[in-house]
């Protein structure tokens, strides 16, 4: 007996709800994660059209189609990835290894904005709205990922400080509020879930800052500017570096490899030692942050 529409729909629904179940438990991954792996396994569920187990060249098959869509190999290197974890969520085989996982040959592309294009944004800000206005303030001030800024919710922040959720398996991170953005956080209640909202609030802002949207560039972008240009003032202020990662949120392990080499100089590293005063590390990177002073009214 031939499987109905509504069969397989329950099917494809019963899948995705095993996926995010795993997704979700025991640990939680953030929004916008679970968001991607739902997405791609609808539609690798989508391209299977039937209410059964798929089978090694069912997944070798939606391999070989998403190339002739014209994929990149590194969307397929993430695809593979998490149709592994459908998979597994599913209990179905995955005749995989790491080895046939689609490696992209060209460099990421990562863009940043120039120093100058960030003033400019920042320049514009009686054009915005609260709402533009404030996640353009919290992301030039601590260079937030998409996934941290949707996060943010009016209890996270008092007149002083704010606690931000950070997304990588980084630190709960509790910063100092600069005088310069504290009426600006404090007029503004925060609700946004959808980390695509926040992507298209940032083209309204490039448009009303008379800036042409690009590929590629976004609030990620904002953070390798504010990252790059951070270090190059606290090399001229003979602090350290590795500064901006306790700064940014990043896990000790990523910071023991990028400032030290090896994961555990991050567990080391203690940059509390240098005063025992509290928000030492912000007060430290605020006396050589490059936008801060751009937000004074």
Do not use: C
């Not at 792996?37 to 998403?66: A, C, I, N, V």
């Not at 993430?78 to 046939?100: I, R, Y």
């Not at 919290?138 to 008092?158: A, F, H, N, P, Q």
């Not at 704010?162 to 005088?179: F, M, Q, S, W, Y």
């Amino acid at each position: 007996m031939p499987k109905t529409k509504s069969g397989v729909q329950l099917r494809l629904n019963e899948a995705l709800e095993n996926l995010k179940l795993v997704l979700s438990s025991p640990r939680e991954r953030a929004p916008g994660t679970i968001t991607s792996y739902l997405q791609t396994g609808k539609l690798f569920l989508e391209f299977l059209g039937e209410s059964r187990q798929p089978t090694d060249k069912d997944f070798r098959r939606y391999f070989l189609h998403r190339r002739d869509q014209g994929v990149s190999e590194r969307t397929l290197g993430k695809e593979f990835v998490q149709l592994k974890k459908l998979a597994k969520a599913n209990g179905w085989h995955w005749p995989f290894t790491s080895d046939d996982r689609p490696i992209a040959e060209e460099e990421p592309f990562a863009p940043a904005f120039t120093p100058e294009e960030i003033e400019t944004l920042i320049k514009a800000q009686d054009k915005y709205s609260k709402g533009e206005r404030f996640y353009l303030a919290v992301s030039t001030t601590w260079g937030l990922r998409r996934e941290e800024m949707v996060r943010i919710r009016k209890r996270d922040y008092t007149d002083t400080s704010i606690k931000i959720k950070t997304a990588k398996h980084g630190p709960r991170v509790e910063h100092l509020i600069p005088d310069e953005i504290k009426l600006i956080l404090q007029s503004y209640h925060p609700q946004l879930t959808n980390i695509n909202s926040l992507s298209h609030m940032f083209y309204r802002i490039l448009d009303k800052a008379g800036m042409e949207q690009r590929k590629g560039y976004g609030w990620h972008s904002v953070r390798r500017t504010l990252r790059t240009v951070l270090e190059w003032n606290l090399g001229e202020k003979r602090l350290p570096l590795s500064l901006v990662a306790d700064f940014m949120g990043w896990s000790k392990r990523q910071k023991g490899i990028v400032y030290g080499g090896a994961p555990m100089l991050g567990v080391y590293s203690h940059p509390e030692i240098m005063s025992n005063e509290p928000f030492v590390v912000d007060r430290l990177v605020l006396s050589a942050h490059p936008f801060i002073k751009l937000w004074r009214p």
